[in-house]
């Protein structure tokens, strides 16, 4: 009896492992859809100056699709170099991902709703160097986006962590948008 005992219990727990994580399959950030922006240098390079700090509050490293990753592909899939000299350098200066945990109601009061569990901030600033011969004293490009999302008590983990993920996807948006026009405004002479 004890045998069967201890084998149901082993079969539960390999069953209850198996299942943690079985559906995290998130949304992949489609690159392709902003297109190239074509700049007048030789060499496309992403310097990730931001260290996270692997500690509380920062969360960024526990996330499916970290946002100094995020960035580092959108940035490598964004711009083509198609000139003969000089580098264009995209510096990842933060990309943070704060978690605030908020304190949960008690009592009657906390029973009829969902209650905001914990809120993350998300930010990030990015800047396009140009170092060139052919243009000597450019400005340069820079863009800060952030995002905030809140979680509630009744989400699972899997709904966490994919919203946290969309989170990071919607971020590359607005990177995106950002530094378009941070471009125009400020090396618009290197874009072919």
């Known amino acids: 009896m004890k045998k069967i ?8 727990l390999l069953t209850a492992c198996s299942q943690v994580g ?13 297109g190239k922006t074509r700049l007048d240098v030789n060499e496309i390079q992403v310097v990730n100056a931001y260290v996270p700090p692997y500690t509380a509050p920062n969360v960024e490293h526990e996330l499916y699709l970290p946002p100094y990753s995020a960035i580092r592909d959108w940035g490598l899939n964004r711009f ?5 000299m000089g580098i264009a350098k995209i510096h990842i200066m933060d990309a943070s991902v704060v978690k605030n945990e908020r304190k ?5 009061e906390g029973w009829f709703y969902d209650q905001v569990q914990a809120d993350y901030k998300l930010s990030v600033l990015v800047r396009l160097e140009i170092t060139s ?12 986006a952030a995002r905030t999302l809140e979680v509630t008590e009744g989400m699972t983990l899997n709904q966490r962590d ?12 607005d990177l995106d948008r950002l530094m378009t026009e941070s471009i125009r405004n400020n090396l618009g002479n290197i874009v072919r």
Do not use: W
């Open 5 to 12: 005992l201890h084998s149901i219990c082993f079969i539960l």
């Open 22 to 34: 079985a559906s995290s399959k998130f949304e992949a950030p489609n690159y392709t859809k902003f």
């Open 80 to 84: 083509q170099a198609v000139g003969n």
């Open 104 to 108: 949960i109601k008690s009592g009657a």
């Open 133 to 144: 011969p052919s243009y000597e004293n450019l400005p340069y490009a820079e863009v800060r």
């Open 162 to 173: 994919a919203a946290l993920n969309k989170m990071v996807i919607d971020m590359l948006d």
